[in-house]
């Protein structure tokens, strides 16, 4: 099933949690709507599920309006971060509820019901647990169950609210990749709310970065980790070093040292913003007269095959820390230790100029 999202807006008192919306889905496609807490990313899933209602916009499932179609009505599953299930029921029956609340008209017999749970517990490899209650499993088993209950009535279209936000790392990676390999069998249309930018350029085959109650970029977890199209998408996704300066001809100028910026060939002395993931920095021992930008190690950490630097500027804002990875074995190989002074250029950097509406803190 298809979705179309158009011109939402939604203010809850004189906040505005969603300004003006709009976004399509294709049938069958996973896609993960990414951004901080406050962004709008939930309201905007609960207003798909017409568990909220939009001031305004409309909400279409394969053309059809669907905007006051009551949520019964919309064949849609819900996954909530912290599992909803029954505590007083078995996990069979869990599974098994929405099916026993049809309208008896529509209600399977019996045969089918039980049928369908084995089914799902077999589909998310817990079928051994039917007869255990929520309170005798792990929360990654308890999530699995949740979307097995999910599955159970036929969604045309999958929602899910930070499904693994309660979990531990470890189990949240499994339960990505899971989710993923569960998605290619389904194709299922499905929704998932994240503030996890690891888990949505992981899972998802689109996604939607939100701030401030509107849409910022969307494209495949490759086009916005390599081309973001604003400094709160550079700054939101991964680690980021921003460094403040001037944009003139070309050419972005920190202090005594400058970087590349061809896209700003016409800018004359222009405030501007550029940011350097930590893997793109270059570090070099100190010495006299070399390019870049003279550093302190203030902290070296290394882990299993890449050491992190934070390094102080010599002459840098007051508290600015520069953060720098670089494989293990090239940092033994330069000797470095805590204390040292190196240098720092970049492989690369993208250069935005500053605005008014740039968020003061982007990183």
């Known amino acids: 099933m298809s979705i179309e999202i158009r011109n939402i807006r939604k203010s809850f008192g004189q906040f505005h949690a969603l300004n003006d919306v709009s976004l399509n ?20 899933l609960r207003i798909i ?42 996990v069979f029956e869990n599974v098994a509820f929405g099916l026993r609340v049809k309208p008896a008209g529509q209600r399977p017999t019996e045969a089918v019901i039980k049928a369908r749970v084995h089914e799902l517990l077999n589909l998310v490899q817990l079928d051994w647990l039917a007869d255990r209650y929520p309170s005798q499993l792990s929360g990654g088993q308890r999530q699995r169950i949740a979307l097995a209950r999910a599955l159970a009535v036929a969604p045309k279209v999958l929602l899910l609210d930070e499904p693994f936000g309660a979990l531990d790392a470890k189990v949240r990676k499994q339960l990505r990749r899971w989710l993923r390999r569960l998605h290619d069998e389904l194709h299922v249309t499905s929704i998932f709310v994240t503030h996890d930018q690891e888990e949505a350029l992981e899972v998802a085959d689109r996604v939607v970065v939100m701030n401030r109650g509107q849409i910022e970029q969307i494209g495949t977890p490759q086009q916005v980790w390599e081309h973001p199209a604003s400094p709160f998408v550079y700054g939101f996704l991964g680690d980021v070093n921003l460094f403040r300066g001037r944009a003139h001809n070309g050419q972005l100028h920190l202090g005594d040292w400058s970087i590349d910026a ?38 070296a950490l290394v882990v299993g095959s890449f050491a992190r630097l934070e390094l102080i500027p010599q002459n840098g804002p007051v508290g600015q820390i520069i953060e720098a990875h670089l494989p293990a074995d090239e940092y033994r190989a330069l000797g470095l230790k805590e204390g040292d002074s190196v240098l720092v250029s970049p492989r690369k950097a993208r250069v935005f100029l500053e605005t008014a509406e740039d968020p003061a803190a982007l990183i």
Request: glycine share 12%.
């Open 25 to 44: 889905i294709e049938s069958g496609e996973l896609v993960a709507l990414l951004g901080p807490s406050g962004c709008g990313k939930t309201t905007l």
């Open 49 to 90: 599920a017409g568990l909220e209602g939009a001031d305004s916009g409309g909400i279409f499932f394969d053309s059809a309006d669907t905007t006051d179609v009551h949520v019964r009505d919309r064949k849609v599953g819900f996954v909530f971060q912290h599992y909803a299930l029954f505590r007083h029921m078995t």
């Open 262 to 299: 061809p896209e700003h060939t016409s800018s004359l002395a222009a405030d501007a913003l550029a940011f350097v993931r930590p893997s793109d920095l270059v570090v070099t021992r100190h010495a006299a007269g070399a390019p870049g930008l003279a550093t302190r190690i203030d902290r």
